[in-house]
């Protein structure tokens, strides 16, 4: 389009007459005015659309946007398991930590069955830094080895997706979805930043209008939305059942979160947001934002996985834990179907997920009961890291989310105990 100046005439006249005059016009007037002054002063040119253009287009629209998003996830999962599991964990990681790390600490600590091997080298018949659960073994193998790999590369990749602009065109095309559980489109940033991290991921639900909207993907994102860490170790225990578990997560975060959009009362507005046009993201920015979100995570993460293996191996060696197994038991071998030993991993989840993840490992049982255990883990109570970014958020809000998040584990975690047994797999 080219704009030109004004020609003088009545409608000019009419519009500098404005203020007291236009006051009195009805509401039709106006608008005729508003097209009598585009008509002389906007002509129309031709426009060709570029390619970002026309496939930008075509991400936003539900026919063709589906299948590219569902393309783009599954590309960037393939890159997420290749880089992070593939190469990096079992390529390098497990060779460094399970043939040099692991063999010179059994080597150099002395008396094996000291209180103090046992916590900081772990089990002296562990063959591998994962099972060995010390704070030398486990604590660095989970943090260096399998978490720092896995956020690298999600962090690489969401900020490549961010600087692009599709992730507002994801924003659109979920838009649909998410109205059904309360939410609206822009949801969807803070699930994948989730996925990264729960921290920065439930401070981003501030970008929602209401507090309804906020409540319900801050509790979600509790529940339902693993960390890149978790990811990371899912990968490293359960590799081939890792999509049973994203698979019941999904249909927990859809079903429940239906239920609070019909139980909580407040508004859910449309979507609003500006859909900026495709560009190639800037080289700079995208390795100032990984090192920033790197970092951040890493200086979280590292002494909270420490922290964890000690404070948890500490219990173990006081009996607090083999106590809290025999209490619980009832809950877990009947109600939950996973053995009492699951009571251990779960004090570690309060700390880390992923620690507690990497701890299921070493517990004897079925293939089932290992997954179910792992979304059991996954949907108990948030990590104290999230746990305080939700208290900054309201203790209100906070404390309404604990009652929701102890309901949705005692029924879900039944649930899914009572389709093993009507499967025949429990």
Known sequence: MTLRQPEAGPVSAAADAGGANAMFLSSDARWEMV???????????????????????????????IPVALAALYAFWSIFTSFAGTLMTDGFMVKIFDGYWLPWLQSVWPDPASWHYFIFVGN?????????????????????????????????TMTILEDSGYLPRLAVL????????????????PAILGLG????????????????????MMTLLALFIPCGAQLGIMMAVIPESVGIVFLCLL?????????LSRLIPG?????????????????EYVAQKLWNRTKAFLREAIPFVLFGILLVNLLYLGGVIPALADLLEPVFVVWFGVPKETAGPLIAAFLRKDLAIAQLSNIPM???????????????FP??????????EGWRELLASIAVLLTVVFIYGGMIHGIGILLGVA
């Open 124 to 156: 002296p018949l562990a063959d591998n830094s994962l099972e060995a659960f010390g704070v030398l073994t486990s604590g660095f193998f989970v943090s260096i080895g399998v978490v720092l790999p896995a956020v690298l590369i999600f962090y690489l």
């Open 366 to 380: 079925t293939p089932y009961q290992l997954v179910a255990s792992v979304v059991l883990v996954t949907i108990y």
């Open 251 to 259: 249909i927990g975060f859809g079903l429940f979160g239906f239920i």
């Open 197 to 216: 991290c729960n921290v920065p991921a439930v401070t981003a639900t501030r970008i929602l209008e209401t507090k309804k909207q906020r409540f319900i």
């Open 267 to 283: 508004e859910n507005p449309e979507i609003l947001v500006d859909v900026p046009a495709y560009h190639w993201p800037v080289k």
């Open 174 to 189: 979920m838009d649909t979805f998410l109205h059904k559980i309360g939410l609206h489109g822009y949801a969807i940033v």
């Open 383 to 392: 990590c104290v890291a999230t746990f305080v970014v939700m208290l900054r």
């Open 35 to 65: 097209d009598a002054l585009a008509a002389r002063t906007v002509s129309p040119g031709s426009y060709e659309p570029s390619l970002a253009d026309v496939v930008g287009e075509l991400t936003v629209r539900p026919l063709t946007g």
